[in-house]
């Protein structure tokens, strides 16, 4: 794959490089996490975990990927 | 004996009257043992980034099982009604949650909750279908505003969170317990034992308790005092205590004396 088909996005606030088609899905499952145990926010935009598929990344992108620790 | 006395929080029964923070402890085996010891069937949790340097970190699911825990997602660490608002819609996300513990701090250094962001979170919140349990000052006032806007539990500080002072304002707590239908919570402040007795007596429905069991020399042992603390306390105000009165009055009958 050559450097034209990677992308730069954010991803939890650290620059993350990608296939340029790559969906939310393919992050999610690169990322190896467990899809019921976190939330996703695109963009400052909450993203129904069921179209994940449906939204597809762009350069510099912002994703957050967050889940639940210790708290009180 | 059936047990009449029922806790109720948004229409759900809860068992335990103690509900327990899952932040502080050295490490999840100990939060979770902690917990199971407690008897608490509520526990609150943080939403944050997930570490995606490291996929090995363990994640809290795995070592307490939301389908048996109730997960009270908070919002603790935002200071604004924005910052709170995001992180309840993301916690919701995660999993459906709908009960939620609403914290929007005002200060720093006392970790004081900041009312007016409080409100206006509160009131977002309650209309967007969330059951929002809201950590408060010990202002009646307040309270009842919260009540107005739609809280479906009170949760006023008992001091500043992780503190240990203890109960720190009984009058304004017992005001609060007084005028609400809804189930009062102390939420912060708790040091040991008896101050977990102490709300209980008061008349509130239920203790909210994280650092004085984490950070307890012995957790579990201290896990185990505050079960028992907050069931010792309600049993105690169900009972009816004594009139208090300045002089003695003898446990003995004087008949017979000799």
């Not at chain 2, 809860?14 to 923070?21: D, E, Q």
């Not at chain 2, 040091?191 to 008061?202: I, N, P």
Request: with cysteine.
């Amino acid at each position: 794959m050559t450097k034209k088909n990677k992308i730069k996005i954010i991803v939890n606030g650290k620059q993350t490089t990608i296939n340029s088609n790559f969906s939310l899905k393919n992050l999610v499952d690169k990322l190896q996490i467990p899809l019921n145990k976190i939330a996703i926010e695109y963009n400052k935009q909450i993203i129904d975990k069921k179209k994940l598929k449906k939204v597809i990344l762009s350069k510099n992108d912002r994703v957050e990927i967050v889940h639940f620790i210790g708290g009180g | 004996m059936k047990n009449k006395d029922k806790f109720i929080i948004a229409k759900k029964n809860y068992s335990s009257r103690l509900i327990v923070g899952t932040g502080k402890y050295k490490s999840m085996i100990e939060c979770a043992k902690a917990v199971k010891i407690s008897g608490a069937d509520i526990v609150t949790v943080a939403v944050r980034r997930v570490n995606i340097s490291d996929k090995n970190k363990p994640l809290l699911m795995d070592y307490i099982n939301p389908k048996k825990i109730t997960y009270l997602p908070n919002t603790a660490g935002c200071f604004s009604s924005d910052e709170a608002l995001r992180t309840l819609r993301l916690a919701r996300e995660i999993g459906g949650w709908k009960l939620v513990k609403l914290e929007v701090l005002g200060d720093k250094k006392t970790l004081f909750p900041d009312a007016i962001e409080t409100l206006k979170s509160t009131e977002v919140l309650s209309k967007e279908g969330f059951k929002v349990m809201v950590y408060c000052n010990d202002d009646p006032l307040m309270a009842k505003r919260l009540e107005n806007a739609g809280a479906c539990a009170i949760m006023p500080l008992a001091a500043p969170i992780g503190s240990g002072l203890g109960i720190q304002n009984k009058i304004n707590l017992k005001i609060i317990r007084c005028q609400t239908k809804l189930p009062v919570i102390i939420d912060a402040g708790i040091g040991q034992a008896s101050d977990a007795t102490q709300a209980m007596e008061l008349g509130c429905d239920g203790v909210l308790i994280n650092t004085a069991i984490a950070k307890a020399k012995n957790p579990f042992e201290m896990a185990e005092a505050m079960k028992f603390a907050v069931i010792s306390g309600r049993k105690s105000f169900l009972s009816g205590r004594i009139n208090p009165n300045l002089f003695g009055s003898a446990s003995t009958s004087n008949r017979g004396i000799i």
